[in-house]
């Protein structure tokens, strides 16, 4: 594994025959639920709908449907990722089990000077194949010396501290519509650490594809 990638797991489903066939779907049962207080609950329209919605902060009706993506990506990312609290994750233990997902590598970029969270892809190619051997190094020596401690039989908990910070790590993201469209504005932002930005992104190509009704209240 050597990149940070995402995939789509799962998406609500409607079930039962009140439901019209044209709403029998993800933002068509948003829809339905949005119009609780209409007379024309089953009107098969709803992309103005959506839309009117999401700019009017009507945002319960994107509550009503979930989707859940598995994530492979760095701790250190991770740990930016599971602090969006109106999300639930399932993350793979490093104490229950051995790492099996070596690490993802990190391009240099430099600091950005005005702005200590920000950095700048200007490095030399010298410094970039720098990084990358002082990457590959770290990791190489953590996992040789983590599979030692694991033979003398020291704990998964403990060996695991051996580890740096772009060790591999997969997860289960599941959010409403709501953070998600929040989440990606929020994290495909150039604010956001660029390998972070790179799931987002993708995530924002998967959820398009789910929901196209609210492309564009998603940012660019
Ligand atoms: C650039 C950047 C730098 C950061 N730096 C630090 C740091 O130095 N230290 C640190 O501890 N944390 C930092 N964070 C983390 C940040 O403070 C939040 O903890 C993180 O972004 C999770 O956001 P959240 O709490 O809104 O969770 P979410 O789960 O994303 O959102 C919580 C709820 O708020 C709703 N919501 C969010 N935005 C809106 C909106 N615009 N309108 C309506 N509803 C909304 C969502 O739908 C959801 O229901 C940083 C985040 C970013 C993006």
């Not at 024309?40 to 994107?62: I, R, T």
Request: glycine share 4%; net charge positive.
């Amino acid at each position: 594994m050597r990149e940070n990638t995402v995939r789509l797991i799962s998406v609500t489903k409607p079930v039962g025959e009140h439901l019209p066939a044209e709403l029998q779907n993800p933002e068509g049962l948003m829809a339905y639920c949005a119009r609780v207080s209409s007379p024309k609950q089953e009107n098969p329209n709803y992309q103005k709908l959506l839309n009117y919605c999401a700019l009017h902060g009507h945002w319960s009706v994107f509550e009503m449907a979930d989707m859940t993506v598995e994530i492979i990506t760095t701790r250190a990312i991770a740990q930016q990722i599971i602090r969006h609290r109106s999300f639930c994750f399932q993350e793979f233990s490093q104490r229950y089990s051995e790492n099996k997902f070596g690490y993802i590598p990190t391009d240099a970029r430099s600091q950005d000077l005005k702005n200590r969270q920000n950095s700048i892809d200007n490095m030399s190619r010298q410094d970039k194949s720098w990084f990358d051997f002082a990457q590959t190094q770290v990791f190489n020596q953590s996992y040789r010396l983590y599979k030692e401690a694991l033979s003398r039989g020291i704990a998964k908990e403990c060996a695991r501290m051996l580890l740096p910070l772009n060790t591999g790590t997969k997860m289960y993201m599941k959010g409403n519509v709501r953070s998600w469209i929040h989440y990606i504005n929020t994290r495909c932002h150039e604010s956001t650490q660029k390998e972070h930005r790179d799931i987002a992104n993708q995530i924002k190509a998967i959820l398009v594809e789910q929901f196209p009704s609210i492309e564009k209240v998603i940012a660019e």
